[in-house]
T-cell receptor, first 115, second 113 residues
């Protein structure tokens, strides 16, 4: 039972345009959501997060949107740059479990930003 | 500020053997967790250590065990290795807060033959 789903395995976007990565979840107890970026041979790097009391969080070129009623979140990257080419993971946490480090990850979306 | 460091980077073991992976947490972080990432999948939570005790576990059998030391560094031990244990093993550290992101190391690539 996959509780966090990233249905697009890959995405190709031109440099300077917007990249939109999507994520759906099924567990209504999730209340904190994160996006990580992963380059080959490196560990995941934290990008941006959002708690369930918000519907939007911005950090520079990165914005995360949360739609709780649809159990959907998305990451927008504007403008996209070649260095953004990586695998992006959506992750979620339920804070009532008492296990602060337990994240449930999606399977990732490979973003390629072309020149 | 030193990030999360893991050793070794690569390891090859034979089915049935035992392996120990090591992790040094980021400065100021007292919670360590371990994840397994199989090829083409997202990381899966193995367990979390806080104050040198395991206090949360994912869907992994008891042959996966760990330790946390007073300096917050950690070990992951896997006994009776199986072919399906071949994966990238990631260590992550964080402050003990539900709303702090995890900071990951670069992982140990384990191959079981």
């Amino acid at each position: 039972d996959q509780q966090v789903k990233q249905n697009s395995p890959s995405l190709s976007v031109q440099e300077g345009r917007i990249s939109i990565l999507n994520c759906d979840y099924t567990n209504s107890m999730f209340d904190y959501f994160l996006w990580y970026k992963k380059y080959p041979a490196e560990g995941p790097t934290f990008l941006i997060s959002i708690s369930s009391i918000k519907d939007k969080n911005e950090d520079g070129r990165f914005t995360v949107f949360l739609n709780k009623s649809a159990k959907h979140l998305s990451l927008h990257i504007v403008p996209s740059q070649p260095g953004d080419s990586a695998v992006y993971f959506c992750a979620a946490r339920a804070s009532n479990t008492g296990t602060a480090s337990k994240l449930t990850f999606g399977t990732g979306t490979r973003l390629q930003v072309t020149l | 500020e030193t990030g999360v460091t893991q050793s070794p980077t690569h390891l090859i073991k034979t089915r049935g053997q035992q392996v120990t992976l090591r992790c040094s947490s980021q400065s100021g972080h007292n919670t360590v967790s371990w994840y397994q990432q199989a090829l083409g999948q997202g990381p899966q939570f193995i367990f979390q250590y806080y104050r040198e005790e395991e206090n949360g576990r994912g869907n992994f059998p008891p042959r996966f065990s760990g330790l946390q030391f007073p300096n917050y560094s950690s070990e992951l031990n896997v006994n009776a290795l199986e072919l399906d244990d071949s994966a990238l093993y990631l260590c992550a550290s964080s402050p003990a807060s539900s709303y702090s992101p995890l900071h990951f190391g670069n992982g140990t690539r384990l191959t079981v033959t």
